[in-house]
């Protein structure tokens, strides 16, 4: 059975929370996931008066690199398969020429 959040102890849910609520980086040319933007996390410790900031900050960035990780792995499988589609060269077309 997967593990969901409420399998892990008290620290490490708030740090699931307070990641989801940072904002997620895109680069805008090619759509590719840049993480998430850090610059409002104080704000967020201090609104939701998080004790142990360094310990929440630990987990999160642990929790991002992770999403990080899983991002790049699944792009890199998307990526083979559309090379190994171009490799193939495309669609087969075949001709019924009776002479």
């Not at 398969?81 to 087969?92: I, L, V, Y």
């Amino acid at each position: 059975m997967p593990l969901t959040e409420s399998d892990f102890p008290d620290e490490v849910q708030v740090a699931f929370f307070m990641f989801n609520l940072l904002s997620d980086v895109w680069e805008g040319m090619s759509g590719s996931y840049m993480g998430k933007d850090w610059s409002g996390c104080d704000l967020l410790f201090s609104t939701y008066e998080v004790d142990d900031k360094r310990n929440t900050l630990y987990f999160m960035k642990m929790y991002e690199c992770l999403t990080m990780n899983f991002r790049f792995e699944e792009a890199e499988r998307k990526r083979k398969t559309e090379e190994r589609k171009a490799k193939s060269g495309g669609k087969n077309y075949t001709h019924n020429i009776k002479g």
